[in-house]
């Protein structure tokens, strides 16, 4: 019937235009998508690299200037041999300073002298009286291998820059050492360097509310890609990675290279969008095909009533 054949017609056209158009609009939000994530993710790479920066670096750098500049260990490697004893109680109650902290990044700091030789030592709200030197160490103990690399790059630097070494893993979780030569009072040169022993837990509990689209997104690897923190979503997801982004962690004068920050979307969230993207589709398809029955029934209508009328004409004749 002439309604079936513009009807067939129409449907045609119209599946080809809804199709050519479904593309079109599936690359825009497909392309869309990924502009919303690459600023959201360059966003939440700022926000974490300011962060560290005001938890870590901030707090890092001034408290080595403190100790620098402080009366309390100017008095201490000024001290007589026979002072040095009584005057190591106010080294020791600077560094406690830094240590005894409930939610601290400093697990432990210490003076080392210029022959390598530990002169104070806190940790946490202790002060510890048993000295190790440079050859003296356990070598299978990461955390005094990676204090004296740290004691000897300090030795050999100029005066006042400050350096880090890591990270490392101590006692089941990643840490690294940082420290500042510390000048002699008496003559020009260098009587030794203090270093910190620092947590990076507040940093890794602070990634852990990094979320897009109620997806955590942020891990943390060494240089080596070796994970740090990864969120348990990401590890266990099997439906690929549909957006990433990544930014270096640095840290020291000389801004050295230290994590390897990464921010990732499983595919799977973009699925759940591109379902809903689907569903619009659908429904507009859905009311194009009843809009084409309609005109399609109009035309043929228009079309078919004369030739019915001219027909019954005929066989009156």
């Given at each position: 019937?002439?309604?079936?054949?513009?009807?067939?017609?129409?449907?045609?056209?119209?599946?080809i235009?809804?199709?050519?158009?479904?593309?079109?609009?599936?690359?825009?939000?497909?392309?869309?998508?990924?502009?919303?994530?690459?600023?959201?993710?360059?966003?939440?790479?700022k926000?974490?690299?300011?962060?560290?920066?005001?938890?870590?670096?901030?707090?890092?750098?001034?408290?080595?200037?403190?100790?620098?500049?402080?009366?309390?260990?100017?008095?201490?490697?000024?001290?007589?041999?026979?002072?040095?004893?009584?005057?190591?109680?106010?080294?020791?109650?600077?560094?406690?300073?830094?240590?005894?902290?409930?939610?601290g990044?400093?697990?432990?700091?210490?003076?080392?002298?210029?022959?390598?030789?530990?002169?104070?030592?806190?940790?946490?709200?202790?002060?510890?009286?048993?000295?190790?030197?440079?050859?003296?160490?356990?070598?299978?103990?990461?955390?005094?291998s990676?204090?004296?690399?740290?004691?000897?790059?300090?030795?050999?630097e100029?005066?006042?820059?400050?350096?880090?070494?890591?990270?490392?893993?101590?006692?089941?979780?990643?840490?690294?050492?940082?420290?500042?030569?510390?000048?002699?009072?008496?003559?020009?040169?260098?009587?030794?360097?203090?270093?910190?022993?620092?947590?990076?837990?507040?940093?890794?509990?602070?990634?852990?509310?990094?979320?897009?689209?109620?997806?955590?997104?942020?891990?943390?690897?060494?240089?080596?890609?070796?994970?740090?923190?990864?969120?348990?979503?990401?590890?266990?997801?099997?439906?690929?990675?549909?957006?990433?982004?990544?930014?270096?962690?640095?840290?020291?004068?000389?801004?050295?290279?230290?994590?390897k920050?990464?921010?990732?979307?499983?595919?799977?969230?973009?699925?759940?969008?591109?379902?809903?993207?689907?569903?619009?589709?659908?429904?507009?398809?859905?009311?194009?095909?009843?809009?084409?029955?309609?005109?399609?029934?109009?035309?043929?209508?228009?079309?078919?009533?004369?030739?019915?009328?001219?027909?019954?004409?005929?066989?009156?004749?």
């Amino acid at each position: 019937t002439i309604f079936q054949q513009i009807l067939i017609l129409s449907m045609g056209m119209g599946l080809i235009i809804v199709s050519i158009m479904a593309g079109g609009y599936f690359l825009h939000e497909q392309m869309q998508y990924k502009e919303e994530l690459k600023s959201r993710f360059a966003n939440s790479l700022k926000e974490a690299d300011d962060y560290f920066r005001a938890k870590y670096t901030s707090q890092i750098f001034n408290g080595l200037n403190l100790i620098e500049k402080s009366d309390s260990f100017r008095i201490y490697l000024s001290s007589q041999k026979e002072e040095k004893l009584i005057n190591q109680s106010l080294a020791e109650r600077l560094l406690l300073y830094f240590t005894d902290r409930p939610q601290g990044i400093y697990l432990s700091a210490r003076f080392i002298d210029e022959r390598g030789v530990e002169r104070v030592v806190t940790e946490g709200k202790k002060r510890i009286k048993e000295y190790v030197s440079q050859g003296t160490f356990p070598q299978d103990n990461k955390l005094y291998s990676a204090i004296y690399i740290l004691f000897k790059r300090l030795m050999s630097e100029k005066q006042g820059k400050i350096l880090v070494e890591g990270p490392f893993k101590y006692e089941g979780k990643y840490t690294f050492v940082v420290g500042m030569a510390k000048s002699d009072p008496e003559v020009e040169g260098i009587a030794g360097v203090v270093i910190f022993h620092c947590d990076i837990t507040d940093f890794l509990e602070h990634l852990k509310t990094n979320i897009v689209y109620d997806e955590p997104v942020a891990s943390l690897f060494t240089l080596d890609d070796k994970p740090i923190y990864e969120p348990a979503a990401l590890i266990q997801g099997d439906s690929g990675i549909f957006y990433t982004d990544s930014d270096i962690v640095r840290l020291g004068s000389d801004n050295k290279e230290l994590f390897k920050l990464v921010l990732r979307l499983p595919s799977r969230v973009f699925r759940t969008g591109l379902i809903d993207i689907i569903k619009e589709i659908l429904f507009f398809i859905f009311i194009l095909l009843i809009f084409l029955i309609l005109i399609a029934f109009f035309f043929s209508r228009r079309f078919s009533k004369p030739l019915e009328d001219l027909n019954v004409l005929v066989r009156r004749i």
